[in-house]
């Protein structure tokens, strides 16, 4: 039975391969990029108007959504006894990545290249981070459930190595330069790490839905009789 917090993940993910293909082609259609120069960064085709405006918004709904996954997740995985330090390890730099995509999306190549590079640091270098961090602690912690058929573990890790692979071919590829290469792995790395993300819905297929609770803090004034909380089902 699959709750409907497992279409998040399925949505991000096709939203976001969808959606930068979608600015590809409006880049190559309003003759911003020339493919006849080589294969363009993905950065390059966000970086000018009106695929920009496009581009912005795509990652920031992306970062929300990756970054409410985030969340989920960690809550999951603290329903399941995973340590607090190492949990929230993970969280944060699930977290870190997702504020990586937002820095991307808001500071274009053209105008602000130092932090569209931090960002893209964030976003793809710690994002495989994350997932690698999340394959080590099942490594680790064999008796925490697995969801989903017994080949989503191996494919998770086929597209953790893969990922870390493209990367050092990315930076080695830029740096010789051959630039067209480059960017064709940068194209594959965040497939496959939208891939990743959407990978989840799996892990949360078991979640009937999630709750906000909130709890009041001490004051000054007497503490009543029982405690008070405000839960709302999300």
Known sequence: ???????????????????????????????????????????????YPPQSCIFSQLLNMGAAMAAWICIIRYHQLRDWGVGKWFNRLILWTGL?????????????????????LIGAFFALFVGNLYFWLQLFLFWRMRSLPQPGAAWIGPLRL??????????????ILHSWPL???????????????FTLFGLFA?????????????????????????????????
């Open 1 to 47: 039975m699959w709750g409907y917090l497992s279409l998040l993940p399925a949505f991000l993910a096709l939203w976001a391969i969808a959606g930068v293909w979608t600015v590809f082609a409006l880049a190559v259609t309003n003759k911003s990029v020339n493919l006849t120069e080589g294969f363009p960064y993905i950065s390059l085709c966000g970086s």
């Open 158 to 171: 086929g597209l953790c190595s893969l990922c870390t692979i493209l990367m050092v071919a990315m930076v």
């Open 96 to 116: 870190l990545c997702a504020l990586g995509t937002s820095v991307v999306g808001n500071f274009q190549q053209k105008n602000q290249l130092p932090t569209h």
């Open 202 to 234: 799996v892990d949360f297929s078991c979640l009937d839905g999630c709750t906000l609770c909130l709890q009041p803090g001490p004051s000054l004034s007497p503490p009543p009789a029982s405690p008070i909380s405000l839960q709302i089902p999300l």
């Open 179 to 193: 630039r067209s290469a480059s960017a064709a792995c940068e194209w594959a790395i965040a497939t496959l790490l």
